[in-house]
């Protein structure tokens, strides 16, 4: 069984920056790819950016280029989402998700495994 444990949400002000981190524990996946998706009520769960397994490859959805930068340290399990310029419509549960092999996709059903989700509130 594998675990995907978000932290780091919060309530920010507009402008401001938070770092969500995601940490997976239980079974080895090596190597998977990560991403994050966010969800906000009545809207479906919409990708926001995504990692290979060594880091090299990234992507993000247009409305967060150039604000926020994934990363992950592999040897602690753990992938990162620097959050800066933050904007209200930026709020939404962050979802952290993991899949098999080296690459990433971009939409949620070819991710085999999510965390709970952690809050984040922009407030104007």
């Known amino acids: 069984q594998v675990q995907l444990l978000e932290s780091g949400g919060g309530l920010v002000q507009a402008g401001g920056s938070l770092r969500l981190s995601c940490a997976s524990s239980g079974r080895t996946l090596d190597p998977h790819a990560m991403a994050w998706f966010r969800q906000t009520p009545g809207k479906e769960r919409e990708f926001v950016s995504a990692?290979?397994?060594?880091?090299?490859?990234?992507t993000y959805v247009d409305s967060v280029k150039g604000r926020f930068t994934i990363s992950r340290d592999n040897a602690k399990n753990t992938v990162y989402l620097q959050m800066n310029s933050l904007k209200p419509e930026d709020t939404a549960v962050y979802y952290c998700?993991?899949?098999?092999?080296?690459?990433?996709?971009?939409?949620?059903?070819?991710?085999?495994?999510w965390g709970q989700g952690t809050q984040v509130t922009v407030s104007s």
């Open positions: 990692i290979s397994w060594d880091g090299v490859g990234t």
């Open positions: 998700a993991a899949r098999l092999g080296y690459y990433y996709r971009t939409t949620a059903p070819e991710y085999d495994y």
